[in-house]
């Protein structure tokens, strides 16, 4: 940070203050300096939130949940995890945000996680609040019955604190569609009643079309806004996507589907590289693989040995015309940014939640490419489980296209946000991630105003 940076001392003084109320949280302190660099120069030069704290109140959670989940496996032996609910704000309307099943989950992930969703949400101008939940338990490798009774107990502690009304979760890493439809039926167990309480659900009891592709698609359709702007066409373009989960596999189909040459998915063990592009016959396979046999990425190569395994290698040292982190957070440093800027990447657009880097972003921002922050860009989840709350209220499903032209249409409506408050100096630049967080702050922060010091 220079300090030739606007109200550098202030800055410095808030960002003391919010890591030494934090301490042994750094993704939590890193999502937060992320937004302070924005914000706080705009509160400084608005009179209308100049004084009243509410980026120092959107950081405080307003309640936050820990408990045990006991579970037994299938031989009987007893294992103890720990479930989390953060519910950061409801200024603009019910907590909603994902389940986390992972081993690295913890407190200092799900408050950047649901710090985050509070943007984001609030750019889908939709009437959802922000909130976070998971647990440090790991699907791999578990049986569907092992599975099955570790969502039973969780739920019979989470149900205490959500409802259609109050707190709707969805999935995220490690929660599928199975495990959502393992959460629903221990949450109507217990509560003796049928309501949307949950999103992602499958299609027999209440979801809606598309919520799975919907992450994936929203940032295709967020960069195909940010590429016409700047009269780049994504046809034909070399592409690289990191992960092969949910959000991973989309985004491939998608662009796949609209003439673009997808040359890497990736997974913890690390990634493969096809040069010849990855067509929708090898995603196929690839979705085979991890979604019905929860195998790893490397089985790619022994269905299409003409691909590499690059093992530890992460996709950003392909050369590539745009690419499309969608894995996890921080997959992306400073070291591959340098890489992507020197091999003439156009563009990057975040499918994952924070997966670059704050030193990645400074040389994105400084080499003025495009950057998508994932709060704007992978937004179409949480966009598309709204319109699933809403068919839920209604009691009516919307066909496949309907919720896509709603989805293109709120991608775009987050787009025109990002560049009303984005525009940095007189050359013509966006800076897609001031603009996120200045739009997403003026709409809490104004329902914050209105409800008064609560």
């Known amino acids: 940070m220079s300090k030739q940076f606007k109200h550098y001392d202030s800055y410095v003084a808030f960002m003391d203050v919010i890591k030494a109320k934090n301490p042994h949280e750094p993704e939590f302190i890193q999502a937060v300096d992320e937004v302070a660099r924005d914000i706080l120069p705009f509160e400084e030069e608005n009179p209308a939130y100049k004084g009243e704290k509410f980026f120092t109140r959107m950081i405080e959670p307003e309640r936050v949940f820990i408990f045990r989940v006991p579970w037994t496996d299938d031989k009987g032996n007893f294992h103890i995890n720990r479930g989390f609910r953060v519910q950061m704000n409801s200024a603009i309307g019910p907590y909603k945000g994902g389940l986390r099943f ?7 992930i799900l408050k950047f996680l649901a710090f985050e969703q509070v943007f984001k949400n609030s750019l889908t101008t939709l009437p959802l609040g922000g909130g976070k939940g998971g647990a440090d338990f790991d699907p791999k490798g578990k ?13 019979t502690e989470l149900a205490k604190y959500i409802g259609s009304n109050a707190d709707v979760p969805a999935g995220d890493i490690g929660v599928g569609s199975r495990e959502i439809g393992y959460l629903f039926g221990q949450y109507k167990r217990i509560k003796g ?9 499958g299609l027999s009891y209440g979801g809606s079309l598309i919520r799975s592709e919907a992450t994936g698609y929203g940032n295709v359709y967020f960069s195909l806004n940010m590429l016409e702007r700047n009269k780049i ?5 070399v592409c690289t996507v990191s992960g092969s989960g949910n959000v991973a596999q989309y985004t491939a189909q998608k662009l796949i589907e609209l003439g673009a040459k997808v040359v890497t998915l990736s997974d913890s ?8 592009g990855i067509d929708e ?13 929860r195998g790893r990425i490397k089985e790619y190569i022994d269905k299409y040995p003409s691909a590499e395994f690059r093992a530890g290698a992460r996709p950003w040292e392909v050369a590539c015309d745009l690419a499309y ?9 400073g070291k591959d940014a340098a890489v992507l800027v020197k091999n003439g990447c156009k563009g990057v657009f975040e499918g994952a939640n924070m997966p670059c880097t704050p030193e990645a972003i400074d040389i994105f921002r400084d080499n003025k490419l495009l950057y998508a922050p994932g709060k704007a860009s992978n937004a179409g989840g949480v966009a598309t489980s709204g319109l699933e709350m809403s068919q839920n209220s209604l009691r009516m499903s919307w066909t496949r296209e309907e919720v896509d032209d709603r989805l293109k249409v709120i991608m775009g409506n987050i787009h025109e946000q990002c560049v009303i408050y984005g525009k940095d100096g007189n050359d013509g630049y966006i800076d897609y991630l001031k603009g996120a967080n200045i739009a997403g702050f003026v709409k809490v922060a104004d329902a914050m105003m209105a409800q008064g010091l609560v």
Request: aromatic residues 8%; proline residues 3%.
């Open 102 to 108: 992972h081993p690295s989950v913890n407190l200092s």
């Open 143 to 155: 049986s569907d019955n092992e599975v099955m009774r570790f969502c039973q107990s969780f739920m």
């Open 193 to 201: 009643e049928y309501t949307g309480v949950l999103t992602g659900k």
């Open 233 to 237: 066409e994504v046809e034909g373009k």
């Open 269 to 276: 063990g690390g990634t493969i590289y096809d040069k010849d």
């Open 281 to 293: 016959e090898k995603l196929a396979y690839v979705m085979e693989v991890k979604n019905e046999r």
């Open 325 to 333: 982190p969608s894995a996890t957070q921080n997959e992306l440093d």
